[in-house]
């Protein structure tokens, strides 16, 4: 018999919510429990298109709005053989940001339409499950200083907050809200909940098309 595929899980969330450290421990509790399990994060600055990227996001380079949207794009695109891969051989990915950040960041610059935004992404693989670690922007204060990157202010972060709402509304995807402002531990049994389950229904289901 064919081996069983993994799932595909997403974190997602404004800066600071958790992602990283839910992303990590998840990874650590699945393969703990003899489930295969990896750790992807997008932009994935390790290649070519990351690179630029990266330099983007440092303030080192200026890129046009729209060429930086392509490129984020892009950067899941390239990625999409080895995704496809993991899952097939039995690995569940688990990936902090994917296109919903993709889309809730630029669609927060004027003149966006998230339409536009969504574009690039259609048919990337879809993930099994999209857990939004939900944490209010006073809470995220809390957990320290913004740092220099660009996009890392207040303000931006609200109208970020706001387009992951809107994006939410979309029940092809399956969503889960976290309430992130829980312990570490907490969010992690949250968390871990959701994706046994997924990880159970999505080995005898095919690998979905996001947004088709
Ligand atoms: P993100 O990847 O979403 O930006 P991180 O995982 O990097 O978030 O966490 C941001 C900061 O908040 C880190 O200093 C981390 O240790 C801390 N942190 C993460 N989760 C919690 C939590 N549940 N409660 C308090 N602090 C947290
Ligand atoms: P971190 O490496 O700290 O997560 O910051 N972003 C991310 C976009 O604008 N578009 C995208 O497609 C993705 C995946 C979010 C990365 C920054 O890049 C933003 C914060």
């Known amino acids: 018999m064919a081996c069983k595929r ?8 404004v800066d600071k919510a958790g992602k990283t ?20 994060r ?8 990351g690179q630029l990227i990266s330099a983007y996001l440092e303030k080192k380079s200026d ?4 060429t930086v949207h392509l490129l984020f794009s892009a950067n899941r695109w ?6 496809k ?18 889309v809730a960041f630029t669609s927060a610059k004027p003149g966006f339409s998230l339409d536009w935004c969504k574009n690039p992404d259609v048919g990337l693989p879809k993930p099994d499950l999209v857990m939004f670690l939900k944490l209010s922007p006073a809470e995220a204060a809390q957990r320290g200083q913004f740092g220099e990157e660009r996009y890392e202010t207040s303000a931006f972060q609200k109208t970020v907050q706001q387009k992951f709402e809107h994006l939410m509304n979309d029940s092809s995807v399956n969503w889960q ?4 402002s829980k312990s570490v531990d ?4 949250d968390i871990t909940t959701h994706s046994l389950n997924t990880i159970n229904t999505a080995q005898n289901l095919q690998l979905g098309e996001l947004w088709k």
């Open 6 to 13: 993994g799932a595909l899980i997403v974190l997602e969330g």
């Open 21 to 40: 450290t839910q992303c990590k421990k998840l990874v650590q509790a699945l393969q703990q429990s003899g489930s295969p399990a990896e750790m992807m």
């Open 42 to 49: 997008f932009p994935d600055r390790t290649t070519t298109i």
């Open 63 to 66: 890129l046009e709005d729209h």
């Open 78 to 83: 390239e990625l999409v053989p080895l995704i």
């Open 85 to 102: 891969k993991k899952l097939e051989q039995g690995t569940t990915l688990v990936v902090d940001r994917y296109a919903f950040s993709g």
């Open 177 to 180: 809200v976290i309430d992130a």
């Open 186 to 189: 907490d969010v992690h049994e």
